[in-house]
């Protein structure tokens, strides 16, 4: 490590003998580059979404034109939106670094400090300086963020969210986003500020501890604040799951559903939780015919006590009202309060209980291969962030504060670093999605994972088509075309 260290040093070193100026326009000509290859790919995924094809033989049967087509309206949407989106923040960006704008807000977090008699705490204007620019970031974004839920989501049917919804919510996210930013920068300025020539080692041990403290209260406390949650109800679904994860001496605490169609008609399901206490989480819209309980309270998904058998008979009566009321009220309308949301269930929509469980089965395969990635850039942060020209390039001559020392590495040194890195990350995943895909054909999930993956795929309005480019540099999942004829061949294997 102590080799590393001293050989990244020395690779770094011409960047102390390159004029500021010619280093900061360098950097943002490096990164302009990158934005046009970016756009670039766009474009040819975006000529893609523009030439009519037909419907693709392994979906003639689910497929109509007419969804075809709508998929593909969809896909040039968003990508229109994208484009336009990715352009404005480019030019902000650049206009914003060229005026000054990352010393300036600096200064001024040091003179709100100073009014206060804070003057050289450095942390502490860390921490002011990250609050200015969340606030800004916030407040230029909610603009983009209203047009794609309420405009582009809302033409194509997707968005399930009321207007007075989506601002209490975006609040709740600022607050909680400054809640939990305070503490844990802190923490990471103070390790870097202490830790010596080797602090990089105990910024990985940080980073690390977060991981896995944010995996254990993420769920539990901080994702109960934003949706419903409800364990999954007793029947054919949870049984297989549970009959599967024993098979599988996966260690299963607990199913739960979440009502993720308060938001979207978009459909996901994911795992979390420590070593012998895993837990499952399915989105109400993946299950096909899914009613949450619409006027119960938020339960707390912790469940750390067995329930009393008075309240097991009376969650008993409510699924079986819940059932009665989903056969007769498929063409009635809710009325719920400004603050609500209208349920707008669509029993077509979702996948079968063995489609389901193919699609947990190929999550188990990544849990079972042990399909996880590390992150070693803080290694070559530790050999660049002491650099003085990186500071005096944007501005910084007098001063050193290792926030920006943070933004410029990561944001502009490292971002041609991070597009390998980030390349090989994409190759990879695409190749434990085959792995995991082969994980459940082995286990005789292979027909329900391809429906599972149709359906999947129709009720997200996926383009089944991509430009081999784009999808090769972009996309961490094989397409559903690459899947469907992935597992095809493992079965006549």
């Known amino acids: 490590m102590v080799f ?21 326009y360098g950097l943002l000509s490096f990164t302009a580059i990158l934005a046009i290859w970016e756009h670039y790919l766009s474009y040819r995924q975006y000529c893609n979404y523009k030439r009519r094809q037909n419907v693709p033989p392994e979906l003639k049967d689910v497929m109509t034109n007419e969804q075809l087509e709508k998929a593909r309206s969809y896909a040039i949407d968003k990508m229109y939106f994208s484009q336009i989106r990715s352009v404005f923040n480019e030019i902000e960006t650049i206009v914003l670094l060229l005026i000054g704008i990352l010393p300036w807000v600096w200064s001024l977090s040091g003179n709100i400090l100073s009014k206060y008699n804070y003057n050289n705490y450095e942390i502490l204007q860390s921490i002011v300086y990250v609050f200015i620019t969340m606030i800004y970031s916030n407040v230029t974004g909610l603009p983009w963020s209203y047009y794609y839920h309420f405009v582009l989501e809302e033409k194509h049917g997707f968005n399930k969210q009321t207007r007075a919804f989506f601002i209490k919510d975006t609040i709740k996210k600022l607050l909680l986003t400054l809640v939990l930013t305070v503490p844990i920068l802190s923490l990471l300025l103070k390790i870097i500020q202490i830790g010596g020539d080797y602090f990089f080692v105990y910024v990985w041990l940080f980073i690390t501890t977060m991981s896995l403290v944010f995996t254990f209260i993420y769920p539990n406390y901080i994702a109960p604040l934003f949706d419903r949650y409800e364990p999954l109800r007793e029947g054919e679904l949870r049984s297989s799951i549970e009959q599967l994860a024993e098979k599988l001496k996966f260690p299963l605490a607990k199913i739960y559903v979440v009502e993720g169609s308060v938001r979207s ?4 399901a994911y795992f979390y939780g420590f070593f012998k206490a895993k837990r499952i989480v399915l989105y109400d819209t993946l299950i096909k015919g899914y009613s949450t309980h619409k006027n119960k309270d938020k339960i707390d998904i912790t469940d750390k006590e067995d329930k009393s058998n008075e309240t097991i008979q009376k969650e008993h009566d409510e699924e079986n009202s819940t059932l009665m009321h989903r056969k007769i009220s498929d063409n009635i309308n809710n009325i719920v309060n400004e603050d609500e949301q209208p ?18 089965c190929h999550e188990f395969g990544h849990w079972s291969m042990n399909h996880n990635i590390i992150n070693l850039l803080f290694v070559i942060f530790a050999a660049l962030f002491k ?4 500071y005096a390039a944007f501005g910084f001559t007098q001063t050193r504060p290792i926030l920006i020392g943070l933004l410029i590495i990561f944001q502009y040194v490292l971002t041609f670093y991070s597009e390998i890195f980030q390349f090989a990350l994409t190759v990879l995943s695409r190749r434990f999605e085959f792995q995991a895909d082969n994980f459940a054909v082995k286990l005789n999930h292979g027909e329900p994972l391809g429906r599972a993956l149709i359906k999947l795929q129709m009720d997200n309005m996926t383009y089944p088509y991509s430009d081999y480019l784009y999808a090769t540099y972009h996309y961490s999942h094989p397409t559903v075309l690459e899947r469907m004829k992935a597992i095809k061949t493992i079965k006549q294997n």
């Open 387 to 390: 650099r003085p020209g990186l």
């Open 4 to 24: 590393l260290i001293s050989a990244l040093e020395n690779y770094f070193s011409f960047i102390d003998k390159v004029k500021p100026t010619t280093l900061f």
């Open 265 to 268: 008609a978009h459909s996901n």
């Open 343 to 360: 349920v707008k269930k669509k029993l077509d929509k979702g996948c079968e209980s063995d489609e389901v469980l193919a699609v947990l």
